[in-house]
C-alpha cells in the first residue's frame, strides 16, 4: 500500500501586511474507499473540522491575531518585522492523517475539510475551541481550557472539555460503543435521535439535569463506596456517589454525562 508524507515547514518570511494568508495544503489518503482516520494534536490553538464530499484532505492553518510570545528584546529604536510561518506538519500514511504544528509558542488556527466518512482524535490545550460539523466515525475530542461544538454527528464520541462547555448533537448513532461527555466547569448539551436505546449514568455535583426523554430512572443501580478507616477495627465509612442511573427507550450502550459546575441537557432531536 502506497505510504504519502506530506512534511511542511513552511519557511518563515518577512511580512508587513497585517495578515498573511494561510499556509494551505491538500492531502489525499492513501486509500479512499476505506475508513479514514484525522489526529491533531495542539498545545495552543483551536480546531475546526467540516464534512465535505471530496475524497482528499483540504488543511489550512493561519496564526491568531498578534499571539506570539515575545522576549524583552533592546530594539534601539528599530522596527519589528514579524515572521509568516506556522510550522504546520502533516503527514499521512495507511488512511491516518496526522496534524500538527512546530510554533509552539504561539496560537494557531486550524481549519480541515474530510471526506465525511472520518473518524477523529483531537486534542488542544490553551488559546482555542474545537468545532466539529458533519462528520461520521468514531469522534474522540478533548479541550483543556476551551469549549467543544461537535454537530451533525453519525457514529460514536468520547467528548471532554475541561473549563467550557460540551455542545453536541446527533444525526445518528451507529454501534454499541459506550460514549461519554464531561467537563469540569461548563454544561453538558447531547441532542440525541428520539429512537436512541441507551443506558445513561447522570452525575452533576453543582448542576441539574433536564431532558426530553422519558428516563426510567434506577435508584438501585446507585452503589456505596466503602472505605476503610482503621483496617481491622471494624470502621468503615460509606458515601454515595450523587450519580444516577437511568434507561432511554430500554436501555443499550451506555452513556455517561458528568459535569461538576453545570447542567447536563439531554435533547430529543426533532
Do not use: W
Not at 468514531?138 to 464520541?157: F, R
Not at 460503543?177 to 443506558?199: C, E, Y
Amino acid at each position: 500500500m502506497k505510504k504519502l508524507t506530506a512534511f511542511l515547514l513552511f519557511a518563515a518570511s518577512a511580512a508587513f501586511c497585517q495578515e498573511a494568508p494561510p499556509d494551505r495544503v491538500t492531502v489525499p489518503f492513501s486509500d479512499p474507499s476505506r475508513p479514514k482516520t484525522l489526529r491533531v494534536n495542539l498545545i495552543n490553538g483551536g480546531i475546526t473540522v467540516k464534512g465535505y464530499e471530496g475524497k482528499d484532505a483540504i488543511v489550512e492553518a493561519r496564526p491568531k491575531g498578534d499571539s506570539r510570545r515575545h522576549r524583552t528584546e533592546r530594539s534601539d529604536g528599530m522596527k519589528r518585522i514579524d515572521l509568516a510561518g506556522t510550522g504546520l506538519v502533516v503527514e499521512e500514511s495507511e488512511n491516518i492523517l496526522k496534524v500538527g504544528t512546530r510554533s509552539v509558542n504561539e496560537d494557531m488556527q486550524l481549519t480541515i475539510q474530510v471526506p465525511y466518512n472520518t473518524s477523529l482524535k483531537l486534542s488542544t490545550i490553551n488559546g482555542g475551541d474545537i468545532v466539529v460539523d458533519h462528520v461520521a466515525g468514531d469522534v474522540e475530542l478533548q479541550d483543556t481550557n476551551g469549549k467543544i461544538t461537535a454537530t451533525h454527528i453519525s457514529g460514536t464520541a468520547v467528548v471532554n472539555a475541561l473549563n467550557g462547555k460540551v455542545l453536541v448533537s446527533f444525526d445518528k448513532i451507529s454501534g454499541d460503543k459506550p460514549m461519554s461527555f464531561s467537563s469540569m466547569n461548563g454544561d453538558i448539551d447531547v441532542t440525541l435521535p428520539a429512537d436512541v436505546k441507551t443506558k445513561v449514568k447522570l452525575k452533576s455535583d453543582n448542576g441539574a439535569v433536564y431532558s426530553d426523554f422519558d428516563i426510567q430512572m434506577d435508584a438501585s443501580a446507585r452503589k456505596p463506596v466503602v472505605q476503610d478507616n482503621q483496617s481491622g477495627h471494624g470502621r468503615y465509612r460509606v458515601q454515595f456517589d450523587k450519580a444516577m442511573f437511568g434507561l432511554i427507550n430500554g436501555g443499550g450502550a451506555e452513556m455517561q454525562l458528568t459535569t461538576f459546575n453545570g447542567n447536563i441537557y439531554i435533547r430529543k432531536a426533532k
